[in-house]
Structure formats: structure tokens, C-alpha cells
């Protein structure tokens, strides 16, 4: 069994927790894009571009981001978000499921609620970062 077959056998049996509601906290989601390196599975990061004003500036994390008033969900928040960060387009990944909702929770950070979803792609994709990413790894 190939590692992204075992990560979507293992997320097709469980069913994500969600945050409950927090007042003030905007929603937002993440991809975690996965393909088969030749040493086993290998995850897009980005590194976050350093901006004044901007509270994640500088951070790595995985492309993403708030939930715009036009998305229909977060699974499209974070299509619409990859897109626009790295270029990648993920209607044609597949969605393999989605993690637990998290809280990040520092002084420094508005509150967010993010979803987490996780993609399988068939190679290594092609990248076209924007001006939010300083780099995409």
C-alpha cells in the first residue's frame, strides 16, 4: 500500500474534530499537499513574506488562510487560498479528508479557528508564488 493510499484509508475513518464556536474567532483554512517523493511523502510549506502590520509575517506554515464572504465552505477557502498563494490549483488534487480544527493561540495573532484539509497530488507541483509568500518549499 502506497503512503498516500494509508493516509486516506486512516482519514476516511475518522471524522475531524470541530472547534466550538468562539466569539470573535474568524474561520479559516489550510492545505496540507501531499505526492510520493522517491523517499516517501513529501508536504508543500511555505514561508510567509516579512510585512509590517502583518501578524504571520515570517511564519511557515501550510498555504491557507480566512474565509472570504464569496466561499461556500472552508474546502473552499483553501482551494481559493492555495490558488492564490502558490498557484496550485487543487480541484483537481484529491481531497483526502481533513484534521482537527485548531486554535492557535498566541499574544501576537488575531483569533482564528483553522481547518486543516488534507490533498494528495500525483507530483511535485509547479509553483507561482504571490506577494503574501516569501518562499515555497
Known sequence: MSAIEDVRRRLATRRPVEAPPEPGAQPAAVALILHEGK???EALFIK???RPGD???GQVAFPGGRRDAADADLLATAIRETHE???VELRDATLLGA???LQP???TLPPVVVRPFVFAVPARPELATNEEVQRAF
Open 48 to 50: 510567509r513574506a516579512v
Open 85 to 87: 498563494e502558490v498557484g
Open 105 to 107: 493561540r498566541t499574544p
Open 39 to 41: 523517499d516517501g511523502l
Open 55 to 57: 501578524p504571520w509575517s
Open 99 to 101: 484534521l482537527d480544527d
